[in-house]
């Protein structure tokens, strides 16, 4: 079985200021780790992935997290945030092989201020 | 990008009776798709996995007598939740799967029971 750990529920921050989102997980078996964001009112979105290769994984609109197998996190960042990022980000994990289905963390609320 | 929907958006009920919950992939077919629960603050918990054709496969400790979920075609799931209780009152998410690991999500249905 996995879990996933989000220690901050809330994450006030102010614009253009850097962020980091911690995502702490625990797997018996190799995992892929996803991170979604969910804005108001709206379905969760996949912001980013990481799969295989490259332990650093960007999306499209500057965040990035870094895969951390000794440490077992996937912290999510960005180094200048807007108040369009304000949203509840999941970190999600499900094992490599087999079972598809994903095991969350409890959110994140990133508050973008002015 | 894969669209998935849900209907209704917002439902009430009263307690003791039955309310149907529509997942649908708008442009792309479905081989499996998820149902998840999501209560205030915490994390969206997996209720069952279903494959078009075949009986879902509920998690441990989701009564699958009283959430009945149908997967007739690739395009659609639904889930039924049968004599409802106040406890019942969640928000309740599915996602579709269409290759091995990417997941898509609706929109949500938030459910009450009076």
């Known amino acids: 079985a996995q879990s996933v750990t989000q220690l901050d529920s809330q994450v006030p921050v102010f614009e253009e200021a850097p962020v980091e989102l911690r995502c702490n997980y625990s797997s018996s078996v190799s995992v892929y780790l996803f991170w979604y964001v969910q804005y108001p009112n709206q379905g969760l979105q996949l912001l980013l992935k990481?799969?295989?290769?490259?332990?650093l994984v960007e999306s499209i609109n500057g965040f990035e997290a870094e895969f951390n197998k000794s440490q077992t996190s996937f912290h999510l960042r960005k180094p200048s945030v807007h108040i369009s990022d304000t949203a509840e980000y999941f970190c999600a994990v499900r094992p490599d092989t087999g079972r598809r289905a994903l095991t969350f963390g409890s959110g994140t609320r990133l508050q973008v201020q002015p | 990008g894969a669209v998935v929907s849900q209907h209704p958006s917002r439902v009430i009920c009263k307690s003791g009776t039955s309310v149907k919950i529509e997942c649908r992939s708008l442009d792309f077919q479905a081989t499996t798709m998820f149902w998840y629960r999501q209560f205030p603050k915490q994390s969206l918990m997996l209720m069952a996995t279903?494959?078009?054709?075949?009986?879902?496969?509920?998690e441990q400790g989701v009564e699958k007598d009283k959430f009945l979920i149908n997967h007739a075609s690739l395009t659609l799931s639904t889930l039924t939740v049968t004599s409802a209780h106040p406890e019942d009152s969640s928000f309740y998410i599915c996602?579709?799967?269409?290759?091995?690991?990417?997941?898509?999500f609706g929109p949500g249905t938030r459910l009450t029971v009076t």
């Open positions: 996602s579709a799967g269409t290759g091995d690991y990417e997941q898509y």
């Open positions: 279903s494959n078009e054709g075949s009986k879902a496969t509920y």
């Open positions: 990481y799969l295989s290769g490259s332990t």
